[in-house]
């Protein structure tokens, strides 16, 4: 099983019997999501942005205005730290303490580089793909004046660790008869019925 | 209508008819969510955690291990980001450029502190009754160890701006007799069938 190496940055020391460091876990649960969030620093403070992503291989590709400060600083190389979190289940223990909560997050440190012509291309197509397969051949292509305002990002994905939590609640064995309900509420996420654009 | 003041660390210049400071609408996307994520400094490079917490008035709370090195960081005050994301749907546009992502945030920048005594009691009670009304009331209460080994953590919501994007896609005039479907395609989130704990 292909894993990314263990380094002093991915390494978890909390709760590690709940790390994964395999391939496979880190892009099934990079594969499922849409939304990730990137820290880094903005004028001597830390600050954090949501953004559509898409992996391709090993790495993570974003796009955004080729106007935006943000993605300009994002550009220039500096260190980042990416995060993308399923919550899966509500975990209600018998002790308040034990209450918990069922999920799948991926955390990686790195860095972006800009990606332009073909590469380029190729990463604006997957972005759509992501959304329908297939439908970057259907689209009107992206023109000369929008693909010179966006910007594409490719961040490779390492000093990567996966971490998850399975399963119903570990209550202590004193309150195993208590009388209040225990188990998991699942948070289910699906895709709706599509919604027609009025204007067709 | 109350608002949270605009400083110079929230606002929004990107897209900026999609930003909102008010009270009701920062505090609705808050308390619609478990999982926030928070960006900080870790040993000189940018640090990134997904947690649960929960909105108190101006103040979101969260709670973890005493023993966990993260936390201990955080409570030291140090500065941080926090983001709060929910997607809504994905917007399925007749040209590749115009695929955009319906969505509600929370973006802050703000410090953390230990609540101990009674806040920190009303905290964790706060913590458990988000995930069932009235539920801190029903399980077992937290005792003294189990007290001992927790730290709670409000953040004040300062800095603070909400971004939204609604409806369906913006295509070019000459795209819109294309023939490609467009719309969005809701993305519906909701608490699943609750499943017992087989212990009991």
Known sequence: ???????????IRQAPQRAAYDEKTVHAILD????????FMDEDAPAIIPINYVRDGHQILIHGSRKARIFR????????????????????ARS???????????????????????DKAKALDLMVDRLEEGRSKLA???N?????ATMVLAIPIE?????????????????MDLPIWAGIIPI?????EPEQDPGQ
């Open 140 to 142: 009107r292509p992206t």
């Open 144 to 148: 000369k004046s929008e693909d010179k």
């Open 188 to 192: 289910e996420t699906r895709l709706g």
């Open 1 to 11: 099983m292909n894993a990314y190496p263990k380094t002093g940055k991915n390494r």
């Open 73 to 92: 600083r994002l550009a220039c190389g500096i260190p980042l730290s990416l995060a993308v979190t399923h919550l899966d289940a509500l975990v209600m």
């Open 159 to 175: 000093n990567v660790s996966a971490k998850q939590r399975r399963g119903g609640p570990v209550d202590d064995k004193e309150d």
């Open 96 to 118: 308040a303490f034990n209450h918990s909560m069922n999920y799948r997050s991926v955390i990686l440190h790195s860095s972006a580089h800009i990606l332009e012509g073909e």
């Open 32 to 39: 499922e999501g849409y939304i990730a969030h990137i820290a």
